[in-house]
Each structure stands twice: as C-alpha cells, then as structure tokens.
C-alpha cells in the first residue's frame, strides 16, 4: 500500500528552503514528486523532479525506468484517463510494469504537486494537486486500473473499481498548511475502511476504458443541468519533449515538409529551417545567435546555414550546412555528434519562454568530444535560468561538473533548484539516493558509493604518475 511518509517527504521538500550563501529569490516555485510501487525493477519509487534533474548511475540500474515513469505520468492519457498503456506510453504489457523483486499483484504510479508564489502583495499563496492509480495485475498480460485518488486544492476524491462497478467518495480536505492536506490525502488513500457509495455500473456489451475513468471525475447537476469537472486536468504535469539516446542520422537534402515530433528529434530540421527563414525576428535571431554560441564554445561549428533549394516554395527540399574555420559543409559532411546534439539544443532553445516545459534526453554526451560535453553542461546552465526544465540521464561528469562550475562561478542567484539521482543495483532492486546541488555548485546528501568508481581510478592514475 502506499507509504504515508510520503506524503511527510514531499510536504517536507516543498516547504524546504536551501541554506547557502546565496540568497534564493522564490516568485513562483512548482514541486513535483513521482512515486510508485511494483514498478519494472524497482520495488519502490519516490524522488522529487527539480529544475534540472541529473539521473546517474551503473547500466541496468533502472535509469531509463525513471524516464518512462515521467514520460507516463506526464501524458494527458495518465492525467484525465489513468491509462498508462495508451499509444504515446513506452509500456505495452504488465511485462513491462511489474517488479520481479516483489511478489505483489498490485502497482501504484502517481505524482503530487505544490505551486508556490507570492501575490502582489508579497504573501505566499500555495495550491496543491495530486494524482494516484493502483493497477491490479490480471492474468499473464493485463494490467487493470482499480482505484485512483484525485486531490485538488482541498477537496479530494477517491474511485473504487470492483468488475463493472464503480465506487467513489469525496473528501474535503481541511484548510491549514500545503503538508497537512498532503498527509490528508494520503491518510484517504490508505484508509480501507473509507465508506464507498455506488456510482455507476457498465453493461457487460461495453469494453471499459480510460474514458470511463474520466466519467468519475465529472459532476453532474441533473436539477441545474450542468457539469462541472473539479478534478479534470486541463493541462499535462509538464511539457514534456524527450530525446532517446540516439538521434536522427545527418541526411544531405530534408524535407521541406513538417514531420510531428519524435524522441529521435526528425522534426527538428523542418523546425530550424522556419527558425532561420524568420531569422530577422528578434525571436528567431537569438535562437540562431544561442545555437552558434554553443557551436563556438564546444569547437564543433561556428555557424549552422541552411539552405533552400526553392526559396520561393516554404516546402521545398533545403540542406543543412556548417561553417566551421571559414569553410562550409553539409552536415553530413562533418562529425555525426553534430547532428546528434543539434536537435536537442534547437528544442531547448527554441522552447524560452514557454510554461512549465521539461525536456528529457538519454546520454546527450554521445559522439561528443569531453570539451563540447562541458560546453552542453554550460548550455543547460544558462536556459535552467531562463526557465527550461531538464531531466538528463547522464555517464558524463563533463556535463554534471561544468553545471555545477556555473553555480559556482556565477555571482547571481540560480533562480532554479538542481539535484542528482543516483540509480543503483541492490540485491532487493534498484534504489534511488536523491542527492542535493546547492546554489554554490556543491554536492550534499550524497550517499557513500557516489562516485567511489571515479575516486578509485583517480587513485591509480595518480599511482602510476607518482611511481
């Protein structure tokens, strides 16, 4: 069943303050903390996503099971329908769900979150959400939604699932601090004694899906004729773009044609293309003028050109070419960690501005030299303070130590709050250890095999040198 402490764990992360020689400006602060149970090789899940998230750890420790769990949790599928195996979702069966370490036919997946910001007056105002699903385990391949709880601010609710009947209770949450309606909800979620009434039953002809989830959450007024939907998401937990680990191979000639917006980052040459065809907006012209500092500061290119073969047709054929040393290539003339790193920083850039967007990216350190992985360290540095959201899973220290040389070097507040997870192999599981990045670039809570590896290897190296 779910933890209580839970709740006491994100109640404590969203009052926390970072205690550093900097003073930290706090205008709106979003937490966000993911959790569940029974989950591919984790017995359990709990951490809480900062600004910039840092996800390390040995192959095969559960890494890219973190993704996936953002990436589910995230869809508008999860958040209105409880559907963690829709089209969009990287799980397909229970295969890819449950835990071989526990023994349980049950899964929990969910998330809370608290907003924080202070009014034109200078008070600190605070709203809370959260959302949880329990899947039971049906059969070899089925894995069915039996109960979920919605909070909202403070009133709450609760559905139960038994065959074809539904069962829901309402909670109002008492008013007082964001933890105590946190620890509420959850008092909620793991009361089995909680009083259930009847809602609605389905006719056995109907197959039922998220929709029918969905139904649960709408109140219906038959006097007033009229619905109101207080527990409907109106927008996903976050923006989420992600990046698989490996990219789109560099072509001579793109299409001119706009391509939907994959994990591989196809849709990005159409994209720069309209970016550098706009480029004499202010808009477009920074987004070109950040892309060619990265290419400076990371010895990869001066410049990226792109040409069009029909300047006249918007969908014409065009190339994509680079300036490097006064002289210009196609871009698949050139390194292939060109073509793996633009897409990314053209998504990162290009996203300035836009609300509560996260972008995730499996080991962007790939076919990058070590001096162009610190320069993407830095490159994540500056657009965390521009408010872009990062979820990197990582083997490069490069990337996580020119961040933190950032932190450390700049005379400004962050604006933004950084951390590390640390993915391990245990004999019960994999195990996450969240780990602190204050705003002076240090490492804090830090468990004792942390970077114990490179520590060893330091040693030998100086070892030999010293011989």
Not at 255 to 262: K, L, R, V
Not at 275 to 284: C, P
Not at 332 to 356: F, N, T
Not at 384 to 403: K, M, N, V, W
Request: net charge positive.
């Amino acid at each position: 069943m779910l933890s209580r402490a839970f709740g006491g764990v994100m109640a404590r992360a969203a009052t926390k303050r970072k205690a550093n020689s900097k003073k930290v400006r706090s205008q709106k602060k979003v937490f966000r903390r993911v959790y569940a149970e029974n989950f591919r090789g984790f017995a359990k899940i709990d951490f809480q996503i900062k600004d910039v998230t840092f996800v390390v750890g040995d192959n095969s420790s559960g890494k890219t099971s973190l993704i996936y769990l953002l990436s589910v949790i995230a869809s508008r599928d999860f958040g209105n329908q409880f559907d963690i195996f829709s089209d969009s979702s990287p799980l397909s069966t229970i295969d890819d769900v449950r835990s071989p370490f526990v023994t349980g036919d049950k899964t929990v997946v969910g998330f809370s979150l608290v907003r924080r910001h202070f009014d034109d007056s200078g008070e600190e105002r605070a709203s809370v959400e959260a959302r949880f699903a329990e899947y039971t385990h049906s059969g070899k391949h089925e894995c069915v939604a039996t109960k979920i709880g919605a909070l909202r601010d403070k009133q709450a609710r609760f559905v139960l699932r038994k065959n074809r009947t539904f069962y829901r209770k309402n909670v109002t949450i008492e008013e007082g601090a964001v933890e105590k309606k946190i620890e509420s909800f959850f008092e909620g979620w793991s009361d089995e004694s909680l009083s259930y009434n009847r809602y609605i039953s389905f006719p056995p002809t109907l197959e039922i899906s998220g929709e029918h989830w969905s139904v649960v959450l709408v109140d219906v007024d038959k006097e007033k004729n009229s619905i109101s939907m207080p527990y409907m998401r109106t927008t996903p937990l976050v923006n989420f773009i992600q990046y698989g680990p490996m990219r789109i191979s560099p072509e001579h000639v793109y299409s001119g044609h706009a391509i939907p917006q994959d994990h591989r980052g196809a849709h990005t040459p159409a994209m720069l293309k309209k970016i550098y065809d706009s480029r004499k907006t202010s808009k477009s012209s920074r987004i070109i003028e950040k892309i060619n500092k990265f290419g400076v500061q990371s010895g990869m290119f001066d410049q990226v050109i792109v040409n069009s073969y029909n300047k006249r047709d918007s969908k014409a054929p065009f190339g994509i070419h680079i300036e490097k040393r006064g002289h210009i290539f196609s871009i698949d003339e050139v390194g292939y960690g060109v073509s793996q790193v633009l897409p990314i920083i053209i998504d990162a850039i290009r996203s300035i501005g836009s609300s509560d967007t996260m972008i995730s990216i499996q080991q962007p350190e790939l076919h990058l030299h070590p001096k162009a992985q610190a320069a993407f360290g830095e490159l994540v540095y500056e657009l965390a303070g521009e408010g872009i959201a990062f979820f990197i899973e990582t083997h490069s220290d490069y990337i996580i130590d020119r961040f933190r040389y950032c932190l450390f070097k700049s005379k400004k507040e962050a604006g933004f709050e950084s951390g590390i997870l640390l993915s391990e192999n245990t004999p019960e599981g994999n195990r996450i250890s969240e780990i602190n990045i204050d705003g002076n670039g240090g490492v804090s809570d830090a468990p004792s095999g942390y970077r114990e590896f490179f520590l060893q290897e330091d040693n030998r190296l100086f070892d030999m040198l010293w011989r």
